[in-house]
């Protein structure tokens, strides 16, 4: 089923890459044009299948475009975007996988003269692992793709996003930009930050005794440290009010543990255990 | 190569379990006896192959060994262990797989008039799963496993001891109690703490925004809620004081957020990450 003759995605690395296999196994697009900062990585991403072809010169491969895909780090996708609007021909629809959405969508939304739209998307697959040799045609099955539409946004733009995503293998969710940074402060960039503050403070002699437990509770502490400022920035008030609440949260518990109040905290490990098993592996 | 006739397992869980399938596949010990409240998961874990036999009186059991390894949750294993100590024969062994040390050490350390020995113990492995369906005899491979002698523990016990868990793979690391349960608290129950606090504040709607870096991150709060509230209350005053430091170190990460230091943020990510990638996946 193509859904786009021409797909561009900017930043090949494992979003944007996993994009291109999936669309290109699918067969969503006839053409997945590449753009990005390290041409020889782009040749590879085509040797690899991942695109068609790709281009030194972004705004021929905006200009080629139905539909433009921005991969890139959170703080590098508004200034991207708006000269992509600028360049496109009419009716070219405009989305990112950006982790924040708030400040993106507020600069991006609407569309222009040219009936060029932007719509923020966010699909919750990734890894801490960094790049194109990393990327699967199959990241984005049975995972959750946020849309975060706008009142001016079109059914038409949405439409075809939303067909996009599902057609990759993902459920989407329809969210507003506020929404969606809210509830990513909790699921995602919280647990990164704890992650990051628990690995940052354990001294080298201890290094040998950790086993799984603090291996999974810290492995997305190796994700890429300046993709990780750049979100946290991007989602500063959602992000340390997330940390607010946590901070009680873990009050309560380091209260119960004081006071040895077993029961209290037999029932909040209890309650934890529960929504932990809830979420499957 | 044997190194003691009769072993016995008291609690054949997950580590218990694969405690016996270990000695059993390297034949370290003659027969393998099993005790615990449970007589109907005593005999599976013997048609499993973990046990060579089992007994419901404990004191039988205890009489007929030359070691004795207590993988009970930490809160039950000093007076079980002080009855075998009573009840031994001379010149038996006992040790443990206790997540803390301080209190258990201090009840149990030193010889009693025939020789029995309490020497304490904790492999560095384990998993949110629970019983002896997921014991595995590969389980302590590669990890580290930690002893705590005391002035009064002789060199014929930790000799012993010592062999014993790198008979089943592991490597023997020597810490006094103290230090253990300070180490510890850094590197598995402060870990612990923190994804059992996430996971509690998850709201129920937001649970399909998860993805694998929130798994991840609470993977180990679905763990046994009793066996955890036992160890945080043994383990009080290190892990209050683990939590304390963690505080500062997220206090560090929120500041540096908060008053848009991106240097700061990036540098302390960056640190965590380095920390991170050290340790493998």
Redesign the interface.
């Known amino acids: 089923m193509m859904l786009f003759d021409t797909l561009t995605i900017v930043g090949v690395g494992l979003i944007g890459g996993s994009i291109g296999l999936a669309a290109r196994e699918r067969a969503l697009c006839g053409k997945v044009i590449g753009v990005g900062r390290n041409v020889e990585a782009l040749q590879r991403s085509k040797e690899a299948g991942i695109l068609t072809e790709w281009r030194e010169n972004w705004d021929e491969a905006f200009q080629a475009s139905d539909l433009i895909v921005f991969c890139t780090p959170v703080d590098q996708i508004i200034p991207q975007a708006q000269r992509a609007i600028e360049v496109s021909k009419p009716n070219t629809i405009i989305t990112d996988a950006g982790s924040t959405k708030a400040k993106i969508v507020q600069k991006l939304q609407g569309n222009n003269d040219h009936g060029i739209e932007f719509l923020g998307s966010h699909p919750?697959?990734?890894?801490e692992k960094k790049g194109a040799d990393f990327a699967r045609a199959t990241l984005f099955e049975q995972?959750?793709t946020?849309i975060t539409p706008t009142s001016s946004t079109t059914s038409f733009a949405k439409e075809r996003v939303k067909k996009f995503w599902q057609g990759i293998g993902s459920q989407v969710?329809e969210l507003s930009a506020e929404e969606h940074d809210t509830?990513?402060a909790?699921?995602?960039h919280?647990?990164?930050?704890?992650?990051?503050?628990?690995?940052?403070?354990?001294?080298?002699e201890?290094?040998?005794?950790?086993?799984?437990?603090?291996?999974?509770?810290?492995?997305?502490?190796?994700?890429?440290?300046?993709l990780?400022?750049a979100i946290?920035?991007e989602n500063?008030e959602a992000?340390?009010a997330a940390?607010q609440?946590?901070?009680l949260?873990?009050q309560e518990?380091?209260q119960a543990?004081?006071s040895?109040d077993?029961n209290k905290?037999?029932s909040?490990?209890?309650?934890?255990?529960q929504?932990?098993?809830?979420?499957?592996?």
């Not at 919280?190 to 080298?204: T, Y």
């Not at 932990?276 to 592996?281: E, I, M, S, T, V």
């Open positions: 919750l697959a990734g890894s995972r959750v946020i969710v509830a990513l909790y699921t995602s919280l647990p990164h930050l704890l992650a990051s503050a628990l690995a940052g403070m354990l001294p080298a201890w290094q040998k005794f950790t086993a799984s437990g603090f291996r999974d509770t810290t492995r997305i502490a190796a994700g890429d440290a300046a990780w400022t946290f920035q500063r992000l340390l940390t609440r946590f901070q949260q873990l518990l380091c543990i004081q040895e077993s905290l037999l909040m490990l209890h309650q934890a255990k929504v932990r098993d809830a979420l499957g592996n």
